[in-house]
């Protein structure tokens, strides 16, 4: 592996496999929530305590960068799967596309949920 | 395969033998479902998000309410569904290429599979059991 010049793509690669099994573990948060909705309001308190602490906002914060740029990522996959966009400008370009996206999907969905819920 | 398939004298080609098996062992099945699941969830991504917007900030009996009326639970569950089933497969691919002790490989896949099934059915109950209003 140490002769390949390491590039922007192959490191994409990983941070997609990273940031797929991060969702995995976080599928946890998901159905704790859910499970405390229908549980009833002091179980459903604790999850609110939880996703509205420091911590709690930050993985919060984490999983919506980790789903966005997965999503980004994987479609990026999709237009490969299909046969497009394999010179060397158009896969560099898919990737920065995930790149950048990615992180702006995620603060984009944290203003709109600040400016909606936030301070409910 | 089992002993049947591979007798000591096999009028089988080699080549019968393997083809259609591929690395995996199973064909392209896993590969066309983790398409189909990851199409699902991106179609599903803008309602789910917009269901879990609605929801922050308010309390349980809001939740509760919300996640009950069936189009929020329709979405909420296929998300769920596509999402379990892809992280089932994505998941078995990684242990797959890191995990190479072959015992440790059955237990991890299988511990996998338990994961995914229980997050699956963890959720739908609890959708279910809102939607039901017991």
């Known amino acids: 592996m140490q002769v390949y010049r390491w590039t922007l793509t192959m490191a994409l690669s990983i941070v997609h496999r990273a940031t797929g099994i991060a969702l995995y573990v976080g599928t946890l948060l998901l159905v704790w929530w859910l499970v405390a909705a229908a549980s009833g309001p002091a179980a459903y308190a604790h999850v609110q305590a939880f996703t509205g602490s420091i911590i709690g906002r930050l993985i919060v914060f984490g999983y919506t960068w980790a789903l966005m740029h997965h999503m980004l990522s994987g479609i990026r996959h999709f237009v490969w799967d299909l046969g497009y966009g394999f010179k060397a400008n158009e896969r560099e370009a898919l990737t920065w596309g995930a790149l950048i996206g990615g992180i702006a999907l995620t603060v984009l969905i944290w203003i709109i949920a600040y400016a909606n819920g936030g301070g409910r | ?134």
């Open chain 2, 1 to 134: 395969m089992s002993a049947a398939d591979t007798p000591k004298r096999s009028m089988r080609t080699p080549l019968g033998r393997v083809r259609n098996l591929g690395a995996a062992h199973s064909g392209t099945s896993d590969f066309w479902r983790q398409r189909i699941t990851g199409v699902a969830m991106t179609l599903l991504m803008i309602p789910a998000l917009v269901i879990i917007m609605m929801l922050l900030g308010r309390n349980q009996v809001y939740a509760a309410q919300t996640l009950s009326s069936i189009p929020v639970a329709v979405i909420l569950l296929l998300f769920i569904f596509a999402s379990a089933w892809h992280m089932k497969i994505g998941m078995q691919v990684v242990i797959e290429d890191y995990v190479h002790n072959e015992k440790l490989k059955l237990v991890s896949v299988m511990l996998n599979n338990f994961f995914s099934i229980g997050v699956a059915l963890a959720s739908t109950y609890a959708i279910l059991k809102l939607s039901s209003g017991v």
